[in-house]
Nanobody, 128 residues
């Protein structure tokens, strides 16, 4: 099992930017075989999918509400996945979790129940 540690959350104003990072304890080789996802959970709400990236950085997916504002990327040498968040809105306020799973090259999980490894979460609060 891979340990995932998120960082980069905080309190920002609407329109600001943040970059979340998720560092994996795996070897660089093992991490390169992982698809990675970001999920979020607002108070009183269910966890929802935000973005995912496959083993190939060319395979990225986003939920509609963040398309054009968020960018997921990965650095396999650093064993880290990032979520660059621009033009933040109050409705983006949530605890953000990264998740990972070893997958075949062509598959990128988009559902939370497909992922095995999870981080502890980082709080993002956007004030209006």
């Amino acid at each position: 099992q891979v340990q995932l540690v998120e960082s980069g959350g905080g309190l920002v104003q609407a329109g600001d930017s943040l970059r979340l990072s998720c560092a994996a304890s795996a070897s660089a080789y093992a991490f390169s075989r992982y698809s990675m996802g970001w999920f979020r959970q607002a108070p009183g709400a269910e966890r929802e999918f935000v973005a995912a990236i496959g083993r190939s950085s060319g395979m990225t997916y986003y939920t509609d509400s963040v398309k054009g504002r968020f960018t997921i990327s990965r650095d396999n040498d650093k064993k880290t996945v990032y979520l660059q968040m621009e033009s933040l809105k109050p409705e983006d306020t949530a605890v953000y979790y990264c998740a990972g799973k070893s997958t075949i090259l062509s598959h990128v999980p988009l559902r939370g129940d497909e992922y095995r490894d999870w981080g502890q979460g980082t709080q993002v609060t956007v004030s209006s």
